[in-house]
């Protein structure tokens, strides 16, 4: 009997487990090459685990190109003072994050800028100077 009750017990973890799995962002992107993309904001997926924007982006052929950017989770995002209804579909923007370690059209974001109003959000707390101002996150080597 204390077999069958290990084996299902067994059975159960390794059916929850792939349930738990969450990947460490580093393993897609590098924190240590940035990019920048500017488009229109096509669509957002304000869900667990990561926050998506998707980003129509003009490329060097004039061809749209869909972005599949990544912020932290909902709660990080939140906490750092905006929503899903901040940067609405249809808004001209320039984000600028992490880059793909295999060059896909994917970006960890880390600032988003509206190019219209100028207002500049951040996807998580960011570290700041002495002044209490956002450190450069484009000027990481």
Do not use: C
Request: proline share 5%; no cysteine.
């Amino acid at each position: 009997m204390k077999r069958k009750v290990a084996l299902v017990l067994l059975l159960g973890l390794l059916g929850v487990s792939p349930l738990l799995a969450h990947h460490s962002v580093y393993a897609e992107f590098n924190p240590l090459k940035q990019n920048t993309i500017e488009g229109v904001m096509h669509d957002i997926w304000f869900k667990s685990p990561h926050v998506r924007f998707y980003v129509a982006v003009e490329d060097g052929n004039g061809e749209q190109v869909i972005w599949d950017t990544h912020a932290h989770t909902p709660g990080t995002t939140r906490n750092a003072g905006w929503d899903e209804d901040t940067v609405p579909v249809g808004t001209r923007i320039r984000m600028t994050g992490d880059a793909t370690r295999d060059g896909s059209a994917k970006l960890f974001v880390r600032k988003v800028e509206l190019l219209d109003t100028g207002e500049v959000y951040y996807t998580s707390l960011v570290p700041r100077d002495s002044q209490g101002n956002p450190l450069d996150l484009e000027g990481r080597e």
